[in-house]
């Protein structure tokens, strides 16, 4: 007869095999009487193998599954900001735990000039692309390390434990770009040259700014270009999204430059401002919201609140001052109304309006509140008391609040902020 045997397989599951026993003296005498039971017998064991054979099918497919399976493809790299990160003079102030630690460490009055991104393990990378041309880390006690840069390397984003660099070099007809991909020690791991996308300026604009990183995942990256539309004034960009090997994968237009960059939580959304200076003194600040793998725009609006346009609709500018993701699908946007001039005596005497707004943009929803005079709206917790914050009085005017008492630094922006803990809220 034929009993079933267990054996193990790779993934630790039982599967059946069929091992045949010797017969003994006492199954010959009695072959006759064992057959009617043997053959119900043998019925119900052949149904046991069926069974167990298909259970360890499933099994040992479900374990094969398992370890071939790879993470799901994501945005990009969202990482919460360990402390406030302030910029002073030319010069990084980090924040941890509401104590103001002064880096000594160069870091742009602006975009252009340098950056600073959060990233794990409580630490932030500080870049400054003009006279030291380096890139620190750092963590909470100021202290950290750093590497020098070349010219031409001036934008970074974070990347897993990471970064990445883009440098541009300019040659005929445009930029050789290319990815440095530096590990958590700032060690450089490999680089990617970035195949020139087919929407670039057109040569009648001669027009010649570099590429800019946006974002960084760790399946792609999102690289800003100027448009066919764009001029010397600004004009259009794309955004362009790169697969790691340095293939353009899919693009989507922005009005202007893109300005204050925030990424949602999972890394799914990113909301920018696109900057666009018009033919006279005029800014055409427009709120762009856009899906970081299909690459669409769930957002994409002139960004002036509906109720200070009404009876100056032609007159009314608004730029976007501030914006950071409280959920992944809650963005809160702040900005301020001025009147235009008419072009000779520069901008308008009426007072501004600064305003707030709260958008879903996966649920299309949006409200507008008008901010009074005397309000100033929280940009960043500071702590360790919950009424420890930032907040912005003007774009280059924070108001630092701790212990009750209230300290204005200017000129001075806001480069990183922090959500206020879940107990505070």
Same mark, same amino acid.
């Given at each position: 007869?034929?009993?079933?045997?267990?054996?193990?397989?790779?993934?630790?599951a039982?599967?059946?095999r069929l091992?045949v026993?010797?017969?003994r003296?006492?199954c010959s005498?009695?072959?006759?009487?064992?057959?009617k039971?043997?053959?119900r017998?043998?019925?119900?064991?052949?149904?046991?193998?069926?069974?167990?054979g298909l259970?360890?099918i499933?099994?040992?497919?479900g374990c094969?599954?398992g370890?071939s399976k790879?993470?799901?493809?994501?945005?990009?790299?969202?990482?919460?900001?360990?402390f406030a990160?302030t910029?002073e003079d030319?010069?990084?102030?980090i924040?941890p735990?509401g104590?103001?630690?002064?880096?000594?460490?160069?870091?742009?009055?602006?975009? =252009?000039?340098g950056?600073?991104?959060?990233?794990k393990?409580?630490?932030?990378a500080?870049?400054n692309?003009l006279?030291?041309?380096?890139?620190s880390?750092?963590?909470?006690?100021?202290?950290?390390?750093?590497?020098?840069?070349?010219?031409?390397?001036d934008?970074?984003?974070?990347?897993e434990?990471?970064?990445?660099l883009?440098?541009?070099?300019?040659?005929?007809?445009?930029?050789?770009?290319?990815?440095?991909?530096?590990?958590?020690?700032?060690?450089p791991?490999?680089?990617?040259?970035?195949?020139?996308p087919?929407?670039r300026?057109?040569?009648?604009f001669?027009?010649d700014?570099?590429?800019?990183?946006?974002a960084a995942?760790?399946d792609?990256? =999102?690289?800003?270009?100027?448009?066919?539309?764009?001029?010397?004034?600004?004009?259009k960009?794309?955004?362009?999204?790169?697969?790691?090997?340095?293939? !353009?994968?899919?693009?989507t237009?922005?009005?202007? =430059?893109?300005?204050? !960059?925030?990424?949602?939580?999972?890394?799914?959304?990113?909301?920018f401002?696109?900057?666009?200076?018009?033919a006279?003194?005029c800014?055409?600040?427009s709120?762009?919201?856009?899906?970081?793998?299909? /690459?669409?725009?769930?957002w994409?609006?002139t960004?002036?609140?509906?109720?200070?346009?009404?009876? /100056?609709?032609?007159?009314?500018?608004f730029?976007?001052?501030? /914006?950071? =993701?409280?959920?992944?699908?809650?963005?809160?946007?702040?900005?301020?109304?001025?009147?235009?001039?008419?072009?000779t005596?520069g901008?308008?005497d009426a007072?501004?309006?600064?305003?707030?707004?709260?958008?879903?943009?996966?649920?299309?929803?949006?409200?507008?509140?008008l901010?009074?005079?005397?309000?100033?709206?929280?940009?960043?917790w500071?702590?360790p008391?919950c009424?420890?914050?930032i907040?912005?009085q003007?774009d280059?005017?924070?108001?630092?609040s701790?212990?009750?008492?209230?300290?204005?630094?200017? !000129?001075?922006?806001?480069a990183?902020a922090?959500?206020?803990p879940?107990?505070?809220r």
């Amino acid at each position: 007869m034929g009993v079933l045997a267990p054996r193990v397989g790779a993934c630790g599951a039982s599967r059946p095999r069929l091992r045949v026993l010797p017969c003994r003296g006492w199954c010959s005498d009695s072959r006759a009487r064992y057959l009617k039971a043997g053959t119900r017998r043998m019925t119900r064991s052949r149904f046991v193998f069926l069974v167990l054979g298909l259970v360890a099918i499933v099994v040992s497919s479900g374990c094969t599954a398992g370890e071939s399976k790879k993470p799901e493809s994501g945005g990009a790299t969202s990482v919460s900001a360990p402390f406030a990160v302030t910029i002073e003079d030319g010069q990084a102030t980090i924040w941890p735990g509401g104590s103001p630690i002064k880096t000594n460490i160069p870091v742009g009055n602006n975009r =252009w000039e340098g950056e600073v991104v959060p990233l794990k393990e409580s630490r932030v990378a500080l870049l400054n692309s003009l006279g030291t041309k380096k890139i620190s880390v750092v963590d909470e006690s100021g202290r950290g390390h750093s590497v020098d840069i070349t010219s031409g390397c001036d934008s970074i984003a974070a990347r897993e434990d990471g970064i990445v660099l883009l440098c541009s070099e300019e040659v005929a007809g445009g930029y050789e770009t290319k990815l440095k991909i530096f590990n958590r020690d700032l060690e450089p791991e490999y680089e990617v040259k970035l195949l020139e996308p087919a929407i670039r300026v057109t040569p009648g604009f001669n027009y010649d700014e570099p590429p800019t990183l946006i974002a960084a995942g760790a399946d792609a990256v =999102w690289v800003s270009y100027p448009s066919e539309e764009a001029h010397s004034r600004g004009g259009k960009r794309l955004l362009v999204k790169f697969s790691m090997d340095g293939k !353009p994968s899919g693009f989507t237009p922005i009005e202007g =430059w893109i300005l204050h !960059p925030a990424i949602s939580p999972n890394g799914r959304l990113i909301a920018f401002e696109g900057h666009a200076p018009c033919a006279v003194p005029c800014v055409v600040s427009s709120l762009h919201v856009i899906d970081l793998e299909s /690459m669409q725009q769930l957002w994409s609006s002139t960004y002036a609140p509906p109720a200070a346009r009404q009876n /100056m609709s032609d007159s009314l500018d608004f730029e976007i001052a501030f /914006m950071r =993701w409280k959920s992944d699908d809650d963005l809160l946007v702040l900005g301020h109304t001025y009147l235009r001039g008419d072009g000779t005596e520069g901008y308008g005497d009426a007072k501004d309006q600064r305003w707030r707004r709260s958008i879903a943009p996966r649920a299309q929803t949006l409200s507008d509140g008008l901010l009074e005079s005397q309000e100033r709206e929280e940009v960043s917790w500071l702590g360790p008391g919950c009424n420890d914050v930032i907040r912005m009085q003007s774009d280059q005017t924070l108001v630092i609040s701790r212990n009750g008492v209230e300290t204005r630094i200017s !000129p001075a922006r806001l480069a990183v902020a922090v959500e206020r803990p879940t107990e505070c809220r």
